[in-house]
């Protein structure tokens, strides 16, 4: 029998307390001796309710445990008896503390059946419980996604549905198989472009207009015109089946979509006004810019790659850092570069013309990259130019791992998020198969919106298992998500999907 060893308690007059009631519990086959001056701390819980059970009836009793010897007025309670240990410290310190490997949302369960409130647990695990909370509605909002990838949603009809379906086939390759080659096909043409556009800029391949004027090759410019048609229908029938448009509109990788065919279209049509409006020397300028912005295609591939998806969120988690290094650098490079100008003045061959001047030899040094165009020639300013050198390596190296730690850390969390969400499913396809089997015409005992897990953490007779998703079969009373479903919070996606 283990528990945390009684303690006599004084009135408030300063005499010892008198012989208590003892209260005998067995938590999941493990005994605990209580007290009940001790559970009356707290008379609202589920513990303190067992005081007064003497003066109550057998069907009273049963309510408050799964079962009572009146022989030895031991209560059974079919509980996991390591939260026990944590719940009974309320009573004995008035406060709770999740002990390491305690699933936090199973503790809050254990909590809410012994009548406890959240408010009495230690800040640090509010904190832990917050965290893995947020945690859940990720998975659920990713099941979500992924549930209507592949179901969509059963309401729509007509051209919605088609829309929906066209959505799913240009936009999630994991859909189905055309939307997985779709997405090999686009991923390829991206690369040929990018090919194309680097290989186009080599004079041998080059060849002469009518003005002597070098020009991509014939060749070269048909390929780069079916990229360009694959990528505008691409574009355009994302569009269509978009379901919010203006969000689409302004996504930062359709801006870079819409960036790589819009050169093109404008250098058609200037060319069509002929050539006295080409030979202007602003629009040969014009034309020349739009075919430089040809290179934002490359970024295209961040579509098809989970893995630069993954560096870009971290990067953006890691702004923190990356403005401390901003400001470092910044500092660096204003005071060495005007350190540099004043000990170099004295030299007659001097470099450092000015302070803004020497903002590039500061950036340069402190990097280590030294192209060798600028460099002190004076004493002072190589001393100056190699404290400059080791305060650049040090602002560089101080912020690096936060943001490769921010990275790990990221990428660990989705792959995490990835797997739960897949199980999930596969539970769910388990479960409703089990569904169907066990269901008979007039006797079909299933409880609309039970979680996942429902059937094989009852058959256990405890109360401590995570309802995550709504029920898939899609019954009487089933919320299927569909694909205009959207948070504003993640307590409004919890709500949604947990129980």
Known sequence: MWGIQRTRYADCNGSEASEETEIVVNIGGVKQVLYEDVLNRFPDTRLAELVDCSLKSSEEISLLCDDYDPDTG??????????????????????????????PICFMKEMEFWKIGSDFLDDCCKCHLKEVEDELAEIAEKVRTILVDREGDPSAEGWQRFQMCLWRLM??????????????????????????????????????????NLSEHPTLE??????????????????????????????????????????????????????????????????????????????????????????TSALKSSFKELGLLLMYMGVGVFLFSALGYTMEQSHPDTLFTSIP???????????????GDVYPKTTLGRCNAAISFLCGVIAIALPIHPIINNFVLFYNKQQVLETAAKHEIELMALRSGDGEQEAAPGAHKHVCGAGVWDNAMR??????????????????????PSMDTSFESTAEATEYFIS
């Open 74 to 103: 031991e209560f059974y309670f079919d509980r996991d008896p390591e939260a026990f240990k944590c719940i009974i410290e309320l009573y004995y310190y008035g406060e709770i503390h999740m002990k390491r490997g305690i699933c």
């Open 171 to 212: 936009e999630k390759p994991e859909s189905s198989m055309p939307a997985h080659i779709i997405a090999i096909v686009s991923f390829i043409f991206i690369l040929v472009s990018s090919v194309v556009m680097c290989v186009g800029t080599i004079p041998d391949l080059q060849v002469e207009d009518a003005e002597g």
């Open 222 to 311: 048909v390929i780069e015109t079916m990229c360009i048609l694959w990528f505008t229908v691409e574009y355009l029938l994302r569009l269509i089946s978009s379901p919010n448009k203006i969000k689409f509109v302004l996504s930062f990788m359709n801006i870079i979509d819409f960036m790589a065919i819009m050169p093109f279209f404008v250098v058609l049509i200037l060319t069509s006004f002929g050539a006295g409006m080409m030979e202007l020397a602003n629009v040969q300028q014009a034309v020349q810019a739009l075919r430089i912005m040809r290179i934002a295609r490359i970024f295209k591939l961040a579509r098809h790659s989970s893995g630069l998806q993954t560096l």
């Open 357 to 371: 001047q020497s903002f590039w030899w500061a950036v340069i040094t402190m990097t280590t990259v030294g192209y």
């Open 459 to 480: 058959s256990c007779h405890s109360d401590t298992y995570i309802p995550l998703l709504k029920d898939p079969r899609g019954g009487a009373g089933i919320q299927t």
